[in-house]
């Protein structure tokens, strides 16, 4: 019996529409991957099944540290970390929970974070409650879209709550509004599109709006600055203000201030993702300036060597509650 050859196997009929099929699925793919269609989501789950396809986040969950200044932090005595993790979200089939904000309404805390979804891959927006800040009641999702969301920062201005989580996947920046808080948001409108950007971090300072960003390598730091939220968004004209610089340019949790000083948190990514936390105090921030310097070589947060947090933290959101800062904050056990 004559075996076929591999000219011969080439040419049959099957196998140049399997070609031609996987041909336009891949375009097709390529074209739309922002949305995550055939065959990108496919591929993923062929190659990692529905778990996270990169091992350097791991499992992470979030914790309560606390102390007497904003850098000065310890596991908080009153709670039992880590206060929330993938077991407690109770609503979908979550692989880790991260990226904690928290803010304070009516002398209640309210705990946004991204639960990664086992069954899209990809992150929605959470919530929790707590009476304390430190005993935390799951309550649900709150922002699901078909692509992945993370670093939900919530912020009040003028009466209203805002939230900008990250959606790099949509090649987008997001600005929503809650219409009934804390569970319920919907979008006011898109601050910046066409790139990947990378764990928004906002605040107020001088009259004005600065937006920092970071990309997907971790490797640099954009500002945005603008009078208006809603519109008006331009690009610093020293970007990236840092670069090439994976220690410090990622940011890694609320901008704040403290005695009369501004600072930003900033995630160590080298020489691999999610490390510690480093406090950077921003020295000069104007449309024509900027300077930073890092206040202290030691981290706010870093990897414990056991528990929750063995192998790495890398978000740290403040607040003073009476005569102390309580800080949210998360951490990966691999």
Do not use: C
């Not at 102390?67 to 932090?73: A, E, K, T, W």
């Not at 990250?166 to 808080?181: G, I, K, P, Q």
């Not at 890694?252 to 691999?272: C, N, S, T, V």
């Amino acid at each position: 019996m004559k075996l076929p050859t591999v000219a011969e196997k080439w040419n049959t009929p099957k196998l140049w529409w399997l070609i031609a099929g996987l041909s336009v699925g891949f375009i097709y793919g390529a074209v739309f991957i922002r949305h995550q269609v055939f065959p990108h989501s496919w591929v993923k789950r062929i190659l990692y099944g529905n778990e996270v396809d990169s091992t350097k986040t791991g499992p992470w969950s979030i914790g309560i540290y606390e102390g007497n200044s904003p850098f000065n932090l310890q596991p908080a005595s009153s709670a039992k970390n880590p206060v929330i993790s993938a077991k407690d979200v109770s609503d979908i089939d979550a692989v880790f929970a991260a990226d904690p904000f928290f803010i304070q309404s009516n002398h209640q805390f309210f705990l946004f974070f991204e639960a990664l979804n086992r069954s899209t891959n990809a992150g929605d927006i959470a919530y929790a409650e707590s009476q304390d800040g430190y005993h935390w009641q799951y309550k649900k999702v709150v922002i699901d879209e078909p692509f992945h969301l993370s670093f939900p920062y919530v912020f009040e201005w003028q009466g209203v709550y805002y939230m900008i989580p990250e959606s790099n996947r949509d090649y987008s920046l997001r600005l929503y509004r809650a219409t009934n808080f804390p569970d319920k948001w919907e979008l006011d409108t898109i601050l910046l599109s066409g790139y990947k950007f990378v764990d928004p971090a906002i605040v107020r300072h001088q009259n004005r709006w600065w937006l920092f960003l970071s990309s997907v390598d971790d490797d640099i730091l954009n500002i945005y600055f603008s009078d208006s939220l809603h519109q008006g968004w331009r690009p610093h004209p020293l970007n990236p203000v840092v670069k090439f610089n994976r220690h410090i340019a990622r940011p890694g949790g609320r901008i704040f201030q403290y005695d009369g000083k501004l600072y930003r948190m900033a995630q160590d990514d080298e020489p691999e993702y999610g490390l510690q936390v480093f406090a950077v105090e921003i020295l000069e921030l104007t449309d024509s300036t900027y300077k930073e310097q890092p206040i202290m070589d030691k981290p706010i947060v870093a990897g414990s060597g056991r528990g929750w947090n063995k192998a790495g933290m890398h978000h740290v959101d403040l607040l003073p509650v009476g005569n102390k800062w309580i800080a949210v904050t998360d951490g990966r056990v691999e």
